[in-house]
Nanobody, 124 residues
Framework: QVHLVESGGGAVQAGGSLRVSCAAS????????MGWFRQAPGKEREFVAA????????NYADSVKGRFTISRDNARNTLYLQMNSLKPEDTAVYYC?????????????????WGQGTQVTVSS
């Protein structure tokens, strides 16, 4: 099992920045990829970004390209998402995910483990 715990969400005005983190523990050696998904009220969970755990290959949703940066610290088993130029439509619960099957992926069913989520609220 892999246990994921997010932190760093909060409220910010449009145009601002936030960084969310995800600490992984347990059988982290089984992870091959990690990613971020988000879910706004009344909407389905959607892909934000993913990164291969060893090689660092990244993939982003078109809606966040150029504004968000995913990174990882292998030594600390920690995943990050730096979010800049935030927009009200970025408001959602952000979930950390880990996969033991895919280096990067874009669909929720590619995730094998999920964190509990952290709220990000962007006001206009």
């Amino acid at each position: 099992q892999v246990h994921l715990v997010e932190s760093g969400g909060g409220a910010v005005q449009a145009g601002g920045s936030l960084r969310v983190s995800c600490a992984a523990s347990g059988r982290t050696f089984t992870m091959v990829g990690m990613g971020w998904f988000r879910q706004a009220p009344g909407k389905e969970r959607e892909f934000v970004a993913a990164i291969s755990w060893i090689g660092g290959t990244t993939n982003y949703a078109d809606s966040v390209k150029g504004r968000f940066t995913i990174s990882r610290d292998n030594a600390r088993n920690t995943l990050y998402l730096q979010m800049n130029s935030l927009k009200p439509e970025d408001t959602a619960v952000y979930y950390c995910a880990a996969s033991i099957r895919y280096l990067t992926w874009t669909k929720p069913d590619g995730s094998d483990y999920w964190g509990q989520g952290t709220q990000v609220t962007v006001s206009s």
